[in-house]
Structure formats: structure tokens, C-alpha cells
């Protein structure tokens, strides 16, 4: 079946140092999505990309979609506290159902 | 707009037992996927629902079965319950077919001993 992993599993920066996180599907994706979930909480959807070689920002956050549909990175420029928490990558196969598949995480620490 | 509820928040049942975990979707939202996430692991697929029918489903033997409602609500119920069972789970409405995220609820935290 489809896998999606993610490095590095964790991940521990100075705050206002930068931090990426790679996303690899065993199988080519129809879109990617980015969720980040907070200690105790629950998934938040950040942003989907649809189109290969796509790239989109929000603020700090920069998202990337690789030109074979089957990779995918995060990098986040000068990061803050507010930053901390664990993200994935959720992938949707071209020849799947409706099903969404979660990459194994990427947490994140910030050190004051 | 309400996001999505899920109830009960933490529940603690025996090995053997059966339990049945509740969600309300966020408005205007048609299908329901159900995940469940070990401690320190990614969300797993269980199924989805969608016009009240299974549309889907993940490695998760037969005890774990849902249920969609017309109001597009729905439950998931979980027989035979084993430790391995204990995890966070996740209900995560959407709309079909389209191009956006999933908005997740809070989740049922269920501990089996």
C-alpha cells in the first residue's frame, strides 16, 4: 500500500534558526496537503498543493511540490515559538480512493 | 460556522469490551473520515464515509465499523476492544471532490486496560 515518510523525525532549532521537513510518497499523488498539530492538540490543515513543481508561501512557511508528484518539503525561515509542534504531509494517490494518507511526522522543538 | 465535535472527549474501557465514538462534521461539509493516531505516530486511516455509505477503508480488521447519518454525523464503534486499541481518535470532515484540507475535531482519547 501507499507510504508516506517524512525526515527528519524530529527536529530540535534555536529559535530563529530555520527548519525543513521532507515529505516522500512511495506512490505518484494526485495533491499534497501540510497539517500541523500542536502538543495535545489536533491536525490543523495548513495549505494543499495540486500542481507539480508548485511552490506557495504563507509568511514564513514555504511549501513545495516536487515535479514528479511524489515529494514534497516544508521550510519555515526564522522560526519562533509558536512554531513548535509535530507536521505531516497527507498524500491523496492518483489510482486510490478518497483516502488520505498521513506521513509519519516531523516534530519540532524550539530552544528559547 | 461550527467546526467539528467529537464525543466523548476520554474514555476508559475494558479489554473485551465495545465502545462508540461520536462526531459532528463541520457545516456544510458531506463525508466523514476516521483516523487513529498512536502516541508519537502519524493519523492512520481507518474508513470514510460519504451519502452514508463506507467510501473507503484502511488495514483495520472488521470490528471497527461506522455509521454515517443523513445530517452527515457519524459514529465509529469498535468491538472486541483490544490494548492495542488504546490511541487518540480523529474524525475529519470535508466536502467530496473538492480542492481543500480536512478540518479535524478535537478527538476521543480511549484507554483500554
Known amino acids: 500500500g501507499q507510504q508516506v515518510m517524512q525526515i527528519p523525525q524530529y527536529q530540535h532549532v534555536q529559535e530563529g534558526e530555520d527548519f525543513t521537513t521532507y515529505c516522500n510518497s512511495s506512490?505518484?499523488?494526485?495533491?499534497i496537503q501540510w497539517y500541523k498539530q500542536r502538543p495535545g492538540g489536533h491536525p490543523v490543515f495548513l495549505i494543499q498543493?495540486?500542481?507539480?513543481?508548485e511552490v506557495k508561501k504563507q509568511k514564513r512557511l514555504t511549501f513545495q511540490f516536487g515535479e514528479a508528484k511524489k515529494n514534497s518539503s516544508l521550510h519555515i525561515t526564522a522560526t519562533q515559538t509558536t512554531d513548535v509542534g509535530t507536521y505531516f504531509c497527507?498524500?491523496?494517490?492518483?489510482?486510490?480512493?478518497?483516502?488520505?494518507?498521513f506521513g509519519t511526522g516531523t516534530r519540532l522543538t524550539i530552544i528559547p | 460556522e461550527t467546526g467539528v465535535t467529537q464525543s466523548p472527549t476520554h474514555l476508559i474501557k475494558t479489554r473485551g469490551q465495545q465502545v462508540t465514538l461520536r462526531c459532528s462534521s463541520q457545516?456544510?461539509?458531506?463525508?466523514v473520515s476516521w483516523y487513529q493516531q498512536a502516541l508519537g505516530q502519524g493519523p492512520q486511516f481507518i474508513f470514510q464515509?460519504?451519502?452514508?455509505?463506507?467510501?473507503g477503508r484502511g488495514n483495520f480488521p472488521p470490528r471497527f465499523s461506522g455509521l454515517q447519518f443523513p445530517n452527515y454525523s457519524s459514529e465509529l464503534n469498535v468491538n472486541a476492544l483490544e490494548l492495542d486499541d488504546s490511541a487518540l481518535y480523529l474524525c475529519?470532515?470535508?466536502?467530496?471532490?473538492?480542492?481543500?484540507?480536512?478540518?479535524f475535531g478535537s478527538g476521543t482519547r480511549l484507554t483500554v486496560v
Open positions: 475529519a470532515s470535508s466536502v467530496r471532490d473538492r480542492e481543500f484540507g480536512y478540518t
Open positions: 506512490t505518484t499523488l494526485s495533491n
Open positions: 498543493l495540486v500542481k507539480s513543481g
Open positions: 497527507a498524500g491523496r494517490s492518483n489510482f486510490g480512493n478518497q483516502k488520505l494518507t
Open positions: 457545516s456544510g461539509h458531506n463525508t
Open positions: 464515509y460519504y451519502r452514508e455509505e463506507e467510501n
